[in-house]
Structure formats: structure tokens, C-alpha cells
């Protein structure tokens, strides 16, 4: 008598990660990623402006708010953007039915962007998917006002995910001081893009020692702020400095590995890659997160890689996250004037096994307290931290290292309407012109 094993199908096991863009920062960031063939997710369109969403390659779109705004956007008005959001909550939740993981990726301070990111996330979380936020915050340029709008946005949409991971696009001024607007907004583009394809890859790429989805998950679920970032490295010291390339990368938001109690670790190199040096990279990693942080540990060969070595890490659970959430979730709650329960009706769904929070109907209210400053970091040793002084010529010459290595398609960037610009510098670029 002999047995008889069936395994199920590979696209059965696979779990199913979308990506939602919101508004004409989100949708960009999208339009950028379908366009560098990110493979293993399923885009999702979301806006106000029909004509974004004309232009859009995303397969899924859903137009946000069709009666209230007529499709024409929402002119920078975050509460057009929630209530847009809230007047399309099934189509959303039908756009995101069957998702294992959802990321919400928008450009904050607008009014798409920053208004319905927050919804579209909690529909996510409501339904039991891991949902992560992956935005931005706006350019000095910009002004004040949007400033404050991206600022608040941050912390609604922070209340909705399980994990928040946010970019300051001052910072790409680090880089280069002599960027032009149109480069400045496709570099934040990719920035969001890769903060995606860092996470997504280690779920659908399979490794000699495999980082799966319960992996992930078991790290970002439920964790609020996120760092994380991917290094590259060359030579005798390259597991070394990919790691430290990856936990200090200069476009984070102020955020250190130091105090973690999660963190991921993935490592993709060289069939010729040597234990000794991955035991170096790790142990300094190790060092820095806190003495009982739960790491997860990845090994991907490719030859492909040369001698080049690829970290990708996400640290979660830092010290001070649990309190600094409670009190965001708390703020929000009190400025709520009235709540509206989501009814999920989709069959096949799991309950969420997060604490749920109901959506509102959402109206013109105040402005929640700010968060309190962090509390003083615990007396270890810092992180370590890339250093300044060394040079680093061969890295510089990896081309994984160009923040905008990547092709942009001109519909997408070269398209004002889509670029989410303030007016006032529309018009000066059409007057220039």
C-alpha cells in the first residue's frame, strides 16, 4: 500500500500582498513601481481625480468620492479626501478582499492623500489583513499649512495600520543640494518604491534559509513605527557595511535600530558568501536591539549578486512606541464626535485579530493634542552608525545604490496634475516654460 502526498499550488500557498496608492503621491509612487516590475503584488489605484486614475497602469482603480467631488479631486482638503474615502467603503473593501498584507502608500499634506489613507487603512485592518503605511512627508517648499496637514494625517493613519513606515523628503536634500522639483519628487517616489520592494521581496523570494510571511508578520503586526532599509556592500567588509548602510539610512524619519524588540534580517548574496562575515553583520545588528528582541534571521544566494552583498532589515516594537501609540489612538478617540461601525460583509473574511476601532463619519473637528516627546533612550550602548570620514568609492559605484537609478514614466511624473505640485509652483513652472 503505498501513500500518496499532494501538495497544494504554489500560487495557493503564495501570500497575497496589494498595494494601494492614495491620491497623486501614492499614485505616482505606484505608477513607479509597476513600471520597475514589481512583481508578486497586486496594485490598486485610489483617488478623487478621475483623470490621475485615466492615466494610472494600476489594473484595480477605485474612484474615491464620485458624488462628492465629481471627480475632480480634493483640493487639498484632507476632510474631501475622509469623507470621499467613507463615501466608497464597498467598493474599498471589495478592491481589497482576499489580501494577506496591504500597504497604503501615499504622499501626506494633500487632500486625498492625507484624508483617505487613514480609512482605506482601517477597512485593511478591520478585515484582518496586515496592513503597513508607507508615506511621506512633505518639502519645507511646501509650506505650513500642508506641513500641519501631513503632520496629522501621519498620526491618524499611524492609529490605523499595524506598522507605519514615514519619510521626510527635506531629507533627500542630504543628498543633493542641487535637485530640481521634478527630480526632488521622483526621488521620493522611489524611496516609497523601495520601502515596498524591501518587504514585499521577502515574501515571495524563497532563500536557503527562508523568511516567510508569518515571518514578517510576526514582526510588523501590531508594532507602529518601522525602520527600515536595505544596504549594499563590496569587499572585505561588504556584509558589514550593507548592514550599516540598512539601519542608518539618511532618509529615515529620526528613527534608530537602538532599543528594537523586532527586527528581520535578510541577507541576499553570492553562493561564495562566508559564514564568518554574515555572523559579523548579524552580531552588530544584534547588539544594537534590545538584549530580548526577536530576531529573524534570512539567507537568499543569487548569482547574480557578484560579490556584492544585499541587506534588507525592519526593526519594530521600540521602547517607547507602545505608550507613544496608546496616546495617539487615545487623542484621536477623544476628538471623535461620533462613530459609524463598519459592516463587513464580505464572505471569506477572518476577523481581525487586532483590537478593533470603527470607522466615524468623519466631520470638520479639532485637531488632536500632539504626541508627547519620546522618552529618554534606555542607558545601553547607541547604535552604531555608519561612519562619515571613511570612503566608501566602491559602493558609490553600485548602481543599486542611485536613489533614482530607475526609469520614470513621463505620464505619471512628467504630468503636474499627478504630481500633487502646489499651485503656486504650477504656475511658476508654466510661466517659465
Do not use: C, W
Request: glycine share 10%; no cysteine; hydrophobic share 45%.
Amino acid at each position: 500500500m503505498g501513500f500518496h502526498i499532494e501538495f497544494a499550488d504554489d500560487a495557493e500557498m503564495q501570500a497575497r500582498i496589494k498595494v494601494v496608492g492614495v491620491g497623486g503621491g501614492g499614485g505616482n509612487a505606484l505608477q513607479t513601481m509597476i513600471q520597475s516590475g514589481l512583481e508578486g503584488v497586486e496594485f490598486i489605484a485610489a483617488n478623487t481625480d478621475t483623470q490621475a486614475l485615466e492615466q494610472s497602469l494600476a489594473p484595480s482603480k477605485v474612484q474615491l468620492g464620485s458624488a462628492l467631488t465629481r471627480g475632480l479631486g480634493a483640493g487639498a482638503n484632507p476632510d474631501v479626501g475622509k469623507k470621499a474615502a467613507l463615501e466608497e467603503m464597498e467598493r474599498i473593501q471589495e478592491a481589497l478582499a482576499g489580501a494577506d498584507m496591504v500597504f497604503v502608500t501615499a504622499g501626506m499634506g494633500g487632500g486625498t492623500g492625507t484624508g483617505a489613507a487613514p480609512i482605506i487603512a482601517q477597512i485593511a485592518r478591520d478585515l484582518g489583513i496586515l496592513t503597513v503605511g508607507v508615506v511621506t512627508r512633505p518639502f519645507l517648499f511646501e509650506g505650513k499649512r500642508r506641513m500641519k496637514n501631513a503632520e496629522q494625517g501621519i498620526r491618524e493613519l499611524a492609529a490605523s495600520v499595524d506598522t507605519i513606515i514615514t519619510i521626510p523628503n527635506q531629507k533627500l536634500m542630504n543628498l543633493d543640494d542641487d535637485l530640481s522639483i521634478l527630480e526632488a519628487f521622483k526621488r521620493a517616489d522611489d524611496v516609497l518604491v523601495q520601502a515596498v520592494r524591501g518587504i514585499s521581496d521577502l515574501i515571495t523570494v524563497s532563500g536557503v534559509i527562508n523568511v516567510d510571511f508569518a515571518d514578517v508578520k510576526t514582526i510588523m503586526s501590531g508594532q507602529g513605527r518601522a525602520l527600515m532599509g536595505t544596504g549594499y556592500g563590496r569587499g572585505d567588509r561588504r556584509a558589514l557595511d550593507a548592514v550599516e548602510m540598512a539601519i542608518n539610512s539618511p532618509l529615515l524619519d529620526d528613527i534608530s535600530i537602538d532599543g528594537a524588540m523586532g527586527i528581520l534580517l535578510n541577507f541576499t548574496a553570492g553562493p561564495d558568501v562566508r559564514l564568518k562575515e554574515i555572523n559579523e553583520a548579524a552580531s552588530l545588528v544584534q547588539q544594537a536591539a534590545h538584549e530580548d528582541a526577536n530576531i529573524i534571521f534570512g539567507l537568499l544566494t543569487d548569482p547574480d549578486m557578484g560579490d556584492v552583498v544585499k541587506v534588507t532589515a525592519i526593526a519594530t516594537g521600540f521602547e517607547t512606541d507602545s505608550s507613544e501609540m496608546q496616546e495617539v489612538v487615545a487623542s484621536a478617540t477623544a476628538a471623535r464626535t461620533s462613530r459609524t461601525s463598519l459592516p463587513l460583509t464580505i464572505p471569506g473574511h477572518r476577523p481581525s485579530m487586532q483590537p478593533q476601532m470603527a470607522l466615524k463619519a468623519l466631520v470638520p473637528q479639532q485637531q488632536p493634542a500632539p504626541v508627547e516627546a519620546r522618552a529618554a533612550r534606555r542607558n545601553s550602548a547607541p547604535a552604531p552608525r555608519v561612519s562619515t570620514t571613511r570612503e566608501q568609492p566602491e559602493q558609490a559605484t553600485l548602481p543599486e545604490l542611485r536613489v533614482s537609478g530607475r526609469a520614470f514614466g513621463p505620464a505619471a511624473l512628467a504630468d503636474e496634475a499627478t504630481l500633487d505640485i502646489p499651485a503656486y509652483l504650477r504656475r511658476a513652472a508654466a510661466h517659465h516654460d
